[in-house]
């Protein structure tokens, strides 16, 4: 058979010190289709009264309110209100009730839970608590199960982070961002840094979960010593974990509208990429374990559960307005709208927002190499019989300092790490084009 000759040519990095344009941020893949509205019900029924084939299986719950609209945030759907949360907690209980005891949600073990938003903490503590036992209670999961919740210092207090660890919530994980007081002002944060210190002290020192927070790199006002500083406090707090993200421009954010103005200056590309490249040498140095790109464990009790096997296509069920899952080639999205979450609810229906299926069969070998990009080795002859027409490209972007050698088993460098969004568009294209029948 005559080996594919695929056009690498758009895909070849740029010598010098910057090889891409742009760092790119990771899309979701589009190779699926809707389902007609009028075939939603009746899909969805069959779905949630069958057993799927055994695969990983997570589930993620979507808390929709937020106290502040931090500027850098795409993620802000609706104002914290008391009275709000405690009719969500309601809707989201009965959500839970009404599909708990399916086929599917019944079929196989759940290995992490991942509260999700929004803002989860801002919920109260017993709704908080509810939610986490009605959980355990109903839906199958597994006895070394990561539950996860998310949450910020602002209104985290005593009584919400006591609840979750009473119910079983055993990681928590802090949107800290950065601890500089200026930046967090910047960032439209109500606490300063020493605040979000002794919040994260507070929590670590119950020692009863993992505790893991967020620093963002290549935010206004944030430089070379500035960073530096993030990563020591980080480091001396005695965090489980630590994720570093960089900042990924929303041209809808109130920071997104003031770069677009001209009234704020980001930092280049390479300037970010120099950044990266800081933070994972401080960790080496610190002696952290690299589980992804972009998290490092310091121990054991941090696995990082839920975020890995979703890149590796693990099945996730969904339960909240915003949430979305995805389960044997179909995903969804719950309904947005709060209101229209409500009035579904309350009729007894699965608020469906959307719902896609896949039109490639052979959809899961894009997970495997998501998940390799993840983790920074992707094996393409498990992916295609013609990984060696890639062989050229390979060699450039070896030569270029991306990855470790020019192999087919694609190793990245900490440099091709921070470009991995740019590699991984690349290869989805090309791997698709080489095992598509002409």
Same mark, same amino acid.
């Given at each position: 058979? $005559?080996?594919?000759?695929?056009?690498?040519?758009?895909?070849?990095?740029?010598?010098?010190?910057?090889?891409?344009?742009?760092?790119?941020?990771?899309?979701?893949?589009?190779?699926?289709?809707?389902?007609?509205?009028?075939?939603?019900?009746?899909?969805?029924?069959?779905?949630?009264?069958?057993?799927?084939?055994?695969?990983?299986?997570?589930?993620?719950?979507? !808390?929709?309110?937020?106290?502040?609209?931090?500027?850098?945030?795409?993620?802000?759907?609706?104002?914290?209100?008391?009275?709000?949360?405690?009719?969500?907690?309601?809707?989201?209980?009965?959500?839970?009730?009404?599909?708990?005891?399916?086929?599917?949600?019944?079929?196989?073990?759940?290995?992490?839970?991942?509260?999700?938003?929004?803002?989860?903490?801002?919920?109260?503590?017993?709704? &908080?608590?509810?939610?986490?036992?009605?959980?355990?209670?109903? &839906?199958?999961?597994?006895?070394?199960?990561?539950?996860?919740?998310?949450?910020?210092?602002?209104?985290?207090?005593?009584?919400?982070?006591?609840?979750?660890?009473?119910?079983?919530?055993?990681?928590?994980?802090?949107?800290?961002?950065?601890?500089?007081?200026?930046?967090?002002?910047?960032?439209?944060?109500?606490?300063?840094?020493?605040?979000?210190?002794?919040?994260?002290?507070?929590?670590?020192?119950?020692?009863?979960?993992?505790?893991?927070?967020?620093?963002?790199?290549?935010?206004?006002?944030?430089?070379?010593?500035?960073?530096?500083?993030?990563?020591?406090?980080?480091?001396? !707090?005695?965090?489980?974990?630590?994720?570093?993200?960089?900042?990924?421009?929303?041209?809808?954010?109130? &920071?997104?509208?003031?770069?677009?103005?001209?009234?704020?200056e980001l930092l280049s590309p390479v300037a970010r990429r120099d950044l990266y490249l800081q933070g994972c040498d401080f960790m080496e140095r610190e002696g952290w374990q690299c589980i992804s790109n972009s998290h490092w464990?310091?121990?054991?009790?941090?696995?990082?559960?839920?975020?890995?096997? !979703? $890149?590796?296509?693990?099945?996730?069920?969904?339960?909240?307005?915003?949430?979305?899952?995805?389960?044997?080639?179909?995903?969804?999205?719950?309904?947005?709208?709060?209101?229209?979450?409500?009035?579904?609810?309350?009729?007894?229906? $699965?608020?469906?927002?959307?719902?896609?299926?896949?039109?490639?069969?052979?959809?899961?070998?894009?997970?495997?190499?998501?998940?390799? !990009?993840?983790?920074?080795?992707?094996?393409?002859?498990?992916?295609?019989?013609?990984?060696?027409?890639?062989?050229?490209? &390979?060699?450039?972007?070896?030569?270029?300092?991306?990855?470790?050698?020019?192999?087919?088993?694609?190793?990245?460098?900490?440099?091709?790490?921070?470009?991995?969004?740019?590699l991984l568009q690349s290869l989805q294209e090309l791997v698709y084009e080489l095992n598509t029948p002409r």
């Amino acid at each position: 058979m $005559k080996l594919p000759q695929p056009d690498l040519t758009p895909h070849f990095a740029m010598e010098g010190a910057q090889p891409f344009p742009d760092r790119k941020a990771t899309m979701p893949w589009r190779g699926a289709i809707p389902v007609a509205k009028e075939q939603q019900r009746e899909t969805w029924h069959t779905l949630v009264n069958s057993v799927t084939p055994p695969r990983k299986r997570l589930l993620y719950l979507h !808390i929709p309110f937020c106290a502040t609209h931090c500027t850098f945030c795409g993620f802000y759907q609706n104002r914290f209100q008391e009275e709000s949360c405690a009719r969500y907690t309601h809707a989201l209980l009965r959500e839970i009730e009404m599909e708990a005891y399916s086929p599917l949600h019944q079929s196989a073990p759940i290995h992490a839970v991942y509260f999700g938003g929004g803002t989860p903490s801002a919920l109260a503590a017993n709704d &908080l608590a509810r939610i986490i036992t009605a959980l355990r209670e109903k &839906l199958p999961l597994a006895p070394d199960c990561e539950i996860t919740i998310e949450g910020r210092v602002l209104n985290f207090d005593d009584a919400r982070i006591d609840a979750c660890l009473d119910a079983g919530a055993n990681r928590f994980s802090i949107g800290i961002q950065s601890f500089n007081s200026d930046i967090r002002k910047r960032m439209a944060r109500t606490s300063d840094g020493p605040e979000a210190v002794r919040f994260m002290e507070g929590l670590v020192k119950r020692d009863r979960a993992a505790v893991v927070c967020d620093l963002l790199f290549g935010l206004p006002g944030q430089d070379a010593k500035s960073w530096a500083e993030d990563l020591a406090t980080a480091r001396d !707090i005695g965090l489980d974990g630590v994720d570093l993200y960089a900042l990924n421009l929303i041209p809808s954010t109130p &920071l997104g509208k003031a770069v677009h103005n001209g009234r704020v200056e980001l930092l280049s590309p390479v300037a970010r990429r120099d950044l990266y490249l800081q933070g994972c040498d401080f960790m080496e140095r610190e002696g952290w374990q690299c589980i992804s790109n972009s998290h490092w464990a310091r121990t054991t009790r941090e696995r990082n559960l839920y975020n890995l096997l !979703i $890149k590796r296509g693990a099945d996730c069920l969904a339960f909240g307005s915003g949430g979305g899952g995805s389960v044997s080639g179909y995903s969804w999205m719950v309904e947005r709208n709060l209101e229209m979450y409500h009035q579904r609810i309350e009729q007894g229906e $699965k608020p469906l927002m959307m719902l896609m299926r896949t039109n490639d069969p052979h959809y899961q070998w894009r997970h495997v190499l998501q998940a390799g !990009i993840e983790t920074a080795r992707v094996p393409l002859n498990e992916l295609t019989p013609y990984a060696d027409a890639l062989a050229p490209l &390979l060699a450039q972007w070896h030569q270029v300092g991306l990855t470790r050698d020019a192999s087919t088993c694609l190793r990245l460098t900490n440099e091709g790490r921070f470009w991995a969004s740019n590699l991984l568009q690349s290869l989805q294209e090309l791997v698709y084009e080489l095992n598509t029948p002409r």
